[in-house]
């Protein structure tokens, strides 16, 4: 009887350990001064700059200037300018970078390719060098008169190139410095993906008597679709912010021809001192890579 009321009782509630609190608390102890560092350091003046964007004048003189500064973005054709430039060095520098990286992949995955590793190693070199130490060398590689390419061009009878001071040819000088920069970055995250791709796929291809050309396209482009994906979105934010290039190499002349976005919102904020529109130009940059990302990646995201 005794025994039977003892296990019907309800029983007693548990008594947290010693140190338990503690040791629930740590994980957030740990966090809290990257957490921190990202609120004062990124989020609050993230979040200000769009308050700053509805207003007009520096410092104590500034006040609310309702949607001013976008009506202002909307129609300002400096601004538009500088959108085009951007859109145009988007379109020409991105195919052409991600081609090469992936071709540049494929050779290093080559089965008749010896010293992988030199070879990863030698195309990724340019992605460590400096933007500005980059912008610095090639404005030297591309000077019209003692540049190293048009002596090469003019040693083979061709005419010098005024690299830099036409503005066609400046928007190919910004095209050459970003793909040099950035393709064997690409390449080695592509080289990455073709090496995760089973072989089981490629001889059950070759079984079924596909070449080396259906087997690209039928087996090793599918299985990179999501690393295309990935760094078609990263590629075309990039180039969305250009700034250090054009910025070292030309200034964005000549005669504005590679004014980009990133560039037209630095010199408004710090050399006319005109915050507001400054932060109205970054938060339409900002719609404009969220609409684009979203995009892409409806047309190239996985089809359920």
């Known amino acids: 009887m005794t025994s ?3 296990r019907g009782a309800p029983a007693a509630p548990r008594r947290p350990r010693p140190g ?13 001064p990257a ?3 990202f609120a004062v350091f990124k989020a609050y003046p993230i979040l200000d700059s769009l308050r700053i964007s509805f207003t007009t004048g520096a410092g104590s003189a500034s006040h609310g200037a309702g949607w001013s500064n976008y009506r202002r973005m909307l129609h300002d054709p400096l601004f538009w300018t500088a959108l085009r430039n951007t859109g145009e060095i988007l379109a020409v520098q991105v195919p052409l970078m991600l081609g090469l990286a992936l071709l540049l992949a494929l050779g290093i995955n080559s089965a008749l390719v010896r010293m992988r590793a030199v070879w990863r190693l030698g195309v990724f070199m340019p992605a460590v060098t400096g933007l500005v130490a980059t912008g610095v060398m090639f404005s030297f590689l ?3 008169d003692q540049g190293a390419l048009n002596w090469v061009l ?23 410095v970003l793909t040099w920069h950035y393709t064997g970055y690409n390449a080695v995250i592509y080289l990455a993906g073709l090496q995760g791709i089973p072989r089981d796929l490629h001889e059950a291809a070759m079984v079924d008597g596909a070449g080396p050309l259906r087997r690209f396209w039928s087996v090793t482009l ?3 679709r999501p690393i295309l994906l990935f760094t078609v979105v990263l590629s075309t934010i990039g180039t969305l912010q250009l700034f250090d290039e054009p910025y070292v190499l030309t200034q964005g ?16 904020a710090f050399h006319y001192f005109d915050f507001g529109y400054a932060s109205a130009i970054a ?22």
């Open 4 to 6: 039977t009321a003892t």
């Open 20 to 32: 338990t609190a503690r040791r629930h608390a740590l994980p957030y102890l740990l966090l809290a």
């Open 35 to 37: 957490l921190i560092t």
């Open 142 to 144: 591309l000077n019209t």
């Open 154 to 176: 003019h040693s083979i009878g061709l005419p010098k190139v005024d690299w830099l001071g036409q503005p066609f040819w400046a928007r190919i000088a910004v095209v050459l």
């Open 222 to 224: 599918p299985s990179l």
């Open 253 to 268: 002349g000549p005669d504005n021809a590679t004014l980009t976005v990133s560039m037209y919102l630095y010199q408004n």
């Open 283 to 304: 938060y339409g940059l900002t719609v404009l890579v969220v609409l684009l990302g979203a995009a892409q990646m409806r047309l190239m995201g996985e089809r359920e």
